[in-house]
């Protein structure tokens, strides 16, 4: 074959006319020669697009060209391949016949050779230029049509279909960046690959789908359709099933077409301002366009166009918190917190500024200048010689992402020459549920420079227990609006009364904070709670009023008696029991994303005591029953269990945390490996209890037995 040259696929059981064909072709395109329609088929199959077009000739022995070109419909890379039909028996009705079946022309023998060059010449041309536009309107790695390509054909989509409701949705993935910053851009792509058909076979069936950029899509469907977070959830679940060791997120924005003659660019651009207004939400998957969100936007770009002016002419200022020891009612710290105090607007609630700064990322520059803020008024009192009181600086889940954040501390610290233990980190719950790796890998780096670390926000209902088995923290922060959704009750108090033990058997100091009054600071300090902070005792308030009434006269809170500090109070086994499965409880416990449990070991056996909803359904999918599991023991081979326990007894002298890899061998019906991530909690006589995140590990090991882990971790094998 002479390169360069088009390849043509001549389909006919006599060898003349094959032949002559051949010279009729043989100036301009190369020629494969097939006897039959079975031949020609194993022909396409071998050099697929490479053919350029194919003679064919209908009446053959085997398979004949009808029978082919129905076959050939079948595959979709062989079906765009240009067929033209020739026959010199009832041309007319095997025309119609042929062009039925898909081919593209049609030629009567006897041949003529300057038509025959001509048809083949068109026709490739026809397919040449069909491929050009495929190319030029598709999305190389979805095969989605591109944005103008989409917005062009819903346009013609609604216009052909101008009686019927559409709904328009847009879809961004989030966090998109980080995955192929942390994973490489060929992870990033298969997974963008994964989600593509997600939404094309899921969530657009009746559909037209189109990529908007990078990581936004966009369908245009038939409307009135119900919507529902389960809905869009299970969509986002079915793409965490892509294998990554990262919590994947989507947005989901509706815009209800009302008007159809609006251009679909500005229809996306509805889809998108609702999942602006939710992007920072993870209590939400989808919100739906309504005119009150043009307002809302409109006020969010003029404090954007302002902030970075506000900044450097002094219109942010840090207010201080008292957090007070509630066992001597004194001043043992302050979080240091922003106000914007607008020369036309006045004092802005923080609300109306922090989601926003977060959203655009102004936020760590925001931050840094409080930690410089707070850093020169630490300075301020060991040079009037008052002995300062640990101030806690927020850092924001955007932070985390920020590679000069814990420079850019450091940098604060040694500028104003202070003592790190006085400055306190405050990390939030919701950045461990976004990406836990990033979380724990950036409070390492901050205690090995000796900072202590604050949870805020734990119990605020997306709590996640196995957090506290990950992230070394020093401090848990509950939140009081866990409690404040209407009267306390019994069952309130013992799962708080829970989560405090919890705290106290992890080492964790605990600061309540949004206490408004004297019951709930008695209440807190009745279950071994260290400290409160919130409006009972003050609002946050200027340095100047912190500094007079709280640090020079070290002002004790007059309000509740001073009691002395006692072992925290247990939570009661009983009253426990009785909260396990509601809501209330599951709130703290089964929200955890995680495959969690509380557990105990006296030596002969683990016992399961409290449970994540995921565990259970990981145990029960092992073992093949339904049903609470009590014991593991009886799942461990003798070596296996040997294993745990020499585990467990070297965590137990030192560190009291262990991982380990061990065999599910007995009582199942396939051997499973399993990985438990654990700490130890507590010893009651000899018993302990420890609470661990257990995995599935066959993926470490290379399914003969042999386990491989390129990290710490104790191997059992059997």
């Known amino acids: 074959m002479s390169e360069g040259k088009k390849i043509i696929l001549i389909v006919d059981d006599s060898f003349i006319n094959r032949q002559m064909l051949c010279n009729i072709l043989n100036d301009e395109y190369n020629t494969i020669q097939a006897e039959n329609g079975a031949e020609a088929l194993e022909i396409l199959r071998e050099h697929g697009e490479r053919i350029s077009a194919v003679l064919l000739d209908v009446i053959t022995p085997i398979m004949n060209g009808y029978r082919f070109l129905e076959e050939r419909q079948k595959d979709k890379v062989l079906s765009n391949i240009p067929v033209i039909a020739t026959t010199i028996n009832d041309p007319h009705i095997a025309e119609i016949e042929t062009l039925k079946r898909g081919a593209t022309d049609f030629i009567q023998k006897p041949y003529n050779p300057t038509v025959v ?20 309107e598709h999305d190389a790695l979805t095969g989605f049509y591109n944005r103008e390509a989409f917005y062009a054909h819903a346009r013609r989509y609604i216009d052909a279909n101008s009686e019927k409701d559409f709904d328009f949705i847009a879809m961004d993935l989030n966090d998109f960046k980080i995955v192929n910053d942390m994973f490489g851009e060929n992870v990033g792509d298969e997974l963008l690959k994964c989600w593509s058909k997600i939404i094309e076979n899921d969530i657009a069936k009746n559909g037209m789908c189109g990529r908007i950029s990078g990581d936004v899509f966009a369908v245009v469907m038939p409307g009135h359709r119900e919507y529902s977070e389960e809905l869009f959830e299970g969509y986002i679940e079915k793409l965490n099933r892509f294998d990554l060791n990262f919590t994947l997120k989507v947005k989901f924005g509706i815009y209800h077409v009302e008007d159809k003659s609006l251009p679909l660019s500005l229809m996306c651009d509805r889809a998108l301002l609702a999942i602006k207004a939710i992007k920072d939400d993870f209590r939400k998957t989808f919100s739906y366009y309504d005119e009150s969100l043009k307002e809302k936007l409109w006020n969010e770009q003029e404090l954007t166009n302002t902030m970075r002016n506000a900044l450097k002419t002094g219109q942010f200022h840090v207010y201080l918190q008292p957090k007070y020891d509630l066992y001597n009612n004194t001043v043992s710290g302050a979080e240091a917190l922003v106000r914007w ?60 992402y920020n590679p ?18 006085y400055l306190h980190i405050e990390i939030t719950e919701t950045s461990y549920t976004e990406n836990s790796m990033q979380l724990k890998d950036v409070v390492l780096m901050l205690r090995k420079e000796g900072y202590h670390i604050e949870m805020d926000d734990f119990g605020s209902g997306y709590s996640s227990l ?27 108090e013992t799962v708080m009364s829970f989560v405090v033990s919890l705290a106290k058997k992890l080492s964790l100091s605990v600061i309540a904070e949004g206490v408004e009054k004297k019951d709930e600071a008695e209440f807190l300090r009745s279950l071994g709670c260290d400290y409160a902070q919130g409006y009972l005792y003050s609002k946050p308030v200027p340095v100047d009023e912190f500094n007079k009434d709280f640090v020079k006269t070290k002002m004790p809170f007059k309000g509740i008696e001073e009691k002395e500090k006692t072992d ?63 014991k593991l023991r009886e799942y461990m081979s003798e070596k296996a269990f040997d294993c745990f326990k020499d585990c467990f007894e070297k965590a137990r002298k030192d560190g009291h945390r262990f991982d380990i890899i061990l065999p599910f061998s007995e009582n199942v019906e396939k051997k499973t490996y399993i990985r438990f991530k654990a700490k130890i909690l507590s010893k009651t006589g000899d018993k302990y209890e420890f609470m661990a995140d257990v995995e599935n590990a066959d993926k470490f090991t290379d399914g003969k037995g042999k386990i491989i882990f390129n990290g710490e971790v104790r191997r059992c094998e059997n």
Request: one cysteine or more; hydrophobic letters at 40%; glycine letters at 4%.
């Open 117 to 136: 060059r001509q048809r083949v010449e068109n026709i490739i041309k026809l397919r040449e230029t069909a491929a050009f536009v495929n190319t030029v």
């Open 341 to 400: 105090i607008h020369p036309e607007k006045g004092f802005m609630p923080p609300i109306t500024f922090i989601p926003l700064f977060e959203k655009n990322g102004f936020i760590t520059e925001l931050d840094m200048y409080v930690c410089d803020k707070v850093c020169q008024i630490i300075r301020s009192w060991i040079d009037e010689g008052i002995e300062p009181v640990p101030v806690s600086i927020n850092v924001s889940r955007v932070d985390i």
């Open 466 to 492: 196995n957090m506290l088995n990950d992230i070394p923290v020093d401090t848990l922060k509950l939140d009081m609006g866990f409690l404040k959704k209407g009267e306390r009750t019994g069952r309130d």
């Open 568 to 630: 925290f109070k247990d939570v009661d086994s009983e009253a426990l029991n009785d909260i396990l499965d509601t809501s209330d409880f599951n709130k703290i416990f089964d929200s955890s994303a995680a495959v969690s449990a509380l557990m105990e070991y006296d030596g002969k056996d683990i016992y399961v005591k409290r449970t994540t909803k995921d565990f259970r359904n990981f145990m029960n999918e092992i073992t093949g029953k339904t049903g609470p599991l009590f």
């Open 404 to 421: 000069a954040l814990i420079e850019t501390i450091n940098e604060c610290v040694k500028k104003y020459d202070i003592p790190v233990k």
